[in-house]
């Protein structure tokens, strides 16, 4: 049995397991705090910065999804600070690349662009970069547009943790970060790519999307992909008549 | 030094030009410009985007008539990969289409030249606007906003959303329409209809009122293109792409649409972001052709629909089989608005209308793809080519009203030669000059896919260079 510890969430009194996230504890009790890279069933790399909350006693904000539970913490999931750190957070995603949500294949279904609305980002303050990236349209079925990817790695670790293929990875560093397909090929060059999709279906934007797919039309689901995440992570991936 | 007018800017009219005249020694004018004064890029920076993605990027060249932006690009795309949509698919996209062209060509005459034609070209320019028509003439002007709003309704209850629709897409559109939606449309389609002809009725009406506008508004010979079927009935959607000459001859009928460059030539104005294009075996610029509702009517042998089949006879018995002054667009594109509901009708009542099968799929098959369809303001071609990826590697757009540039130039001259006269501008001059550029109801943001900048400016030029007087005057 895990250790059950005791901690406030916004003030409330919350009993849970230890060695869970601040995130997990608080999406277990109803509390919304925002993410972007997290996805239930993958590891977890606190890069959005999204998920930061205020913890007593800690003089910085930390990522909800990156610290564990502990006895005794007292959690702030929302107060004007970080309303405007998040939302400073957003509007700089938004200004690091090219997203123009009125033609893009996941306008409607974009996690991104749901959260800006959600966090009433109306604007950008920032000056928009206008990077000039890459799009990767060899891949017979996919298509990887950098211009809408925001680096949340959730690519990255779904083809890692779920399909073991290991087709994604990060290269550079800072606002030079990019998105690359096994050291740097194209990814219809791909040798380990299974085309399964999961990839495509993490991305919580249109950065990889489904070909032929016009604009509005790619909406994504997460949940098969987290459930047979948690199945294996428990072992029962192989259990006769585990329907994920 | 003799001046130049310059008429900045040109108002009621989509997009933003000038207009210079040079006047003579004599204070005649000498020489005339027109300067679309924007430049926005399209055809470059969607070079790398998935094809199947230039349907939405390049509607957004236009929010009056996104949706002609939309058909010829889905018709591109449908080239490249190389299939025939199912019939219901074509349907909708008709009726779509049709729907458009009611609602733009009611905003072109009531919203933007009925000011002019009902209050008077002399008229206090204060109140030369839909707000002073609704003052002075209720009747049309209600009529207009609920022509236009017809047009719009039909077009979300079809596609989803009036402007910007993501509804028509690569293969066919995205979804079926219900039997509600049609239901719908078809009740406003009466109300729709007895607009248009109370419309027309009163437009025949005052046609004597404007003997001077009617013979000096771009009253000259020119070749028309326009697209046609197989035994040249109106069409708007598909059809061949065809030239005559101003005796009704057959120029050319591009029987392919990848064969269009082997007909329409594109020169570039040194004073312009607009190109002018112009026939090819012509040359430049004696290959000047008009497009738009003077040039479809005038290519087309009938309308096809009953009643705009009536108004057509009676238009070429007023005005004989070639129409050739620019002034008439207005009349036409009335004619045009008839044709769009009688079609709109026919089509709701095709039982294939609401069918489910509307998508054909299917990949790269052709690395490049050319779609052709009518405008309100005249043919409009998107051009694509695609590498094997189907990643656009060149685009080419050739829009309504730059087909009409060499007219326009030639149009704006023989106005400023009937009705300005001296150094000094008239506002019922400059408003004239104005005029027949709104005649061609040119969208000049779509011309250039363009960006910024104010409508139109007219400037008065000495033939020594300087500036003597400039419209609108500075503050």
């Known amino acids: 049995m895990p250790q059950k510890i005791s901690l406030r969430i916004d003030g409330e009194l919350i009993h849970t397991a230890a060695g869970q996230s601040i995130l997990d504890a608080a999406k277990a009790h109803n509390k919304f705090i925002p993410a972007l890279c997290h996805m239930k069933g993958l590891s977890s790399v606190g890069a959005c910065r999204l998920c930061i909350v205020e913890v007593a006693g800690v003089g910085r904000l930390l990522p909800a999804c990156t610290t564990p539970v502990q006895d005794g913490m007292s959690v702030t999931t929302q107060s004007d600070k970080l309303r405007r750190y998040r939302r400073i957070a957003l509007e700089l995603l938004f200004a690091e690349r090219n997203h123009v949500c009125a033609v893009c294949v996941s306008n409607g279904f974009c996690e991104l662009q749901g959260l800006a609305k959600r966090l009433g980002v109306t604007n950008v303050r920032y000056p928009y970069t206008y990077p000039k990236v890459p799009i990767d349209l060899t891949h017979p079925r996919y298509t990887a ?3 809408r990817c925001i680096l949340c790695s959730r690519c990255v670790r779904v083809c890692a943790e779920v399909e073991g293929a290991h087709v994604w990875e990060i290269s550079g560093r800072g606002v030079g970060s990019r998105l690359v397909c096994e050291l740097n090929r194209s990814w219809g060059e791909s040798t380990n ?18 070909k032929g797919f016009a604009v509005e039309e790619m909406s994504k689901r997460t949940d098969p992909i987290s459930r047979l995440a948690t199945l294996r992570a428990a072992g029962s991936d192989n259990k006769p008549g585990v329907i994920l | 030094m003799p001046p130049t007018i310059t008429i900045n800017h040109v108002t009621r009219i989509e997009g933003h030009a000038r207009i210079d005249i040079h006047l003579n020694d004599l204070g005649k004018v000498a020489s005339t410009q027109f300067h679309v004064t924007q430049f926005r890029g399209f055809e470059k920076f969607t070079e ?10 390049t509607a957004r060249i236009c929010g009056i008539c996104p949706v002609s932006h939309l058909l010829a690009s889905v018709k591109a795309c449908d080239a490249i990969m190389a299939v025939q949509i199912p019939e219901p698919a074509a349907l909708l996209r008709e009726l779509l289409h049709c729907a458009q062209f009611v609602q733009s060509h009611a905003l072109s005459f009531f919203h933007l030249s009925a000011p002019d034609l009902l209050l008077g070209f002399d008229s206090d320019p204060a109140l030369r606007n839909i ?3 609704i003052e002075k003439h209720p009747e049309a002007a209600r009529d207009g906003i609920a022509l236009r709003k017809f047009g719009q309704q039909a077009i979300e209850r079809m596609a989803g959303e009036r402007i910007h629709p993501s509804w028509t897409v690569p293969g066919g559109v995205n979804k079926p329409l219900s039997a509600d939606a049609r239901d719908h449309i078809l009740t406003g389609l009466p109300i729709a209809k007895s607009i248009i002809r109370r419309t027309l009725k009163n437009f025949k009406a005052m046609l004597d009122d404007f003997p001077a506008e009617s013979a000096a508004f771009g009253n000259m010979p020119t070749a028309y293109a326009g697209l046609s079927g197989l035994d040249g009935e109106f069409k708007i959607y598909d059809g061949a792409l065809r030239f005559i000459d101003n005796t009704a001859k057959p ?3 591009v029987a392919r649409p990848l064969d269009y460059s082997k007909y329409i030539g594109e020169a570039t104005m040194p004073d312009s972001y607009l190109k002018a294009p112009y026939f090819k075996p012509l040359g430049y610029p004696e290959g000047i052709y008009r497009v738009g509702p003077l040039g479809r009517l005038n290519v087309a042998a009938r309308m096809g629909t009953p009643e705009a089949d009536g108004e057509l006879e009676e238009y070429r018995q007023r005005l004989g089989r070639i129409v050739q002054s620019s002034f008439f667009y207005h009349y036409a594109r009335l004619i045009e ?3 769009g509901v009688e079609r709109m009708e026919e089509l709701l009542s095709e039982p294939l209308i609401t069918d489910t099968h509307i998508r054909a799929d299917a990949g790269v098959n052709a690395n490049q793809g050319v779609g052709i369809i009518e405008a309100p303001r005249g043919v409009l071609i998107h051009h694509y080519k695609v590498d094997d990826n189907g990643s656009i590697t060149w685009a080419n757009l050739i829009v309504a009203t730059g087909h009409n540039n060499l007219a326009l130039n030639h149009s704006i001259r023989q106005v400023a030669e009937q009705f300005v006269d001296g150094a000094q501008l008239k506002e019922g ?3 004239r000059v104005s005029a027949v550029v709104r005649a061609y109801d040119p969208c000049l943001s779509c011309s250039t896919h363009a960006y910024g900048g104010p409508a139109v400016n007219l400037r008065l030029w000495s033939p020594q260079g300087e500036l003597v007087d400039s419209w609108p005057r500075p503050e």
């Open chain 1, 145 to 147: 547009d950098q211009n």
């Open chain 1, 193 to 210: 790519c299974t085309s399964c999709g999961k990839c495509v279906q993490s991305c919580p934007t249109g950065a990889i999307a489904e």
């Open chain 2, 48 to 57: 790398g985007r998935p094809y199947y993605e230039m349907p939405a990027i």
């Open chain 2, 131 to 133: 707000v002073g028509l």
């Open chain 2, 251 to 253: 120029l050319a009928t």
């Open chain 2, 337 to 339: 608005a008839l044709y």
């Open chain 2, 429 to 431: 001059a400059v408003n």
